[in-house]
């Protein structure tokens, strides 16, 4: 399964014309490239990866967390499986999220999900305030250079300001929300969509950005503000990781075939 999506930038001149990018299964993603000067042709670069997997490394201990809430799960319920009907339910109300905020901003906040609650907490903090209109929802970003893609799940104006914000939405249990706030990962993420905007030459030049942990109840959110400049110095040493760490692996697969075929 492929999602193609336009996406407009400026040109060295100052003009504006569109690029293609598109999104596999697999969160990997193309561009395509101007060949003699059409934007028309079929023409791909190589799929790269989400900013997203380019930070993983940055989610500290998620295994033992993770494996102590299996655990404390299992005992309350009597089901060794209900850390896993919990995460599916998580994985299907976060979608179930994003797709309500995501027509919100394609219908110009004529679609409004009044059966969802966490939607409904959104909306009430964040979607029906006057300074946030927003202009994109789940747009996809291709970083040329650093050669990775992301999605952003919203861009809004400030009407009487003109300052563009990128956002994206988090679904949490509040208990775990308030026992480890916000990850630094999450902060890496956003600051990572901003690089690839710029390198872009996006039409979106934000100057804020902020994430948005909606509580799973529908009872809260908590908006937290992103240091742009601070994490994506953050997010350049978490991919110069990245790289060294495939090269490891590459170079770690060869030997262990030469060992083998000795």
Known sequence: MEDIQEHIIKDGKGKTKPVFISRNGKHQYKIKYSKDGDWVKPYYGNAVPSATSIIKHLEGDTFGIGMAW?????????????????????????????????????????????????????????????????????????????????TIDGISMNPDTGEITIWDWKTKERASFEKYGSPIKDHVQLAGYFLALREMGSIYAPVKANLVYLMRDGSSSKIVPVDLEFNEGLFAQSFDLYKTLRVAKNRNSNLNSSLVGA
């Open 70 to 150: 299996a655990m404390k799960l299992a005992k309350e319920s009597g089901d060794p499986y209900q850390a896993r009907i919990e995460s599916n339910k998580a994985m299907d109300s976060g979608n179930e999220l994003h797709d309500c905020i995501d027509r919100f901003i394609k219908s110009n906040g004529s679609d409004i999900a009044e059966d969802n609650i966490m939607f409904n907490t959104w909306y009430r903090d964040v979607g029906s305030l006057p300074e946030n209109k927003f202009l994109k929802g789940e747009l996809f970003v291709y970083a040329p250079y650093a050669e990775f893609g992301g």
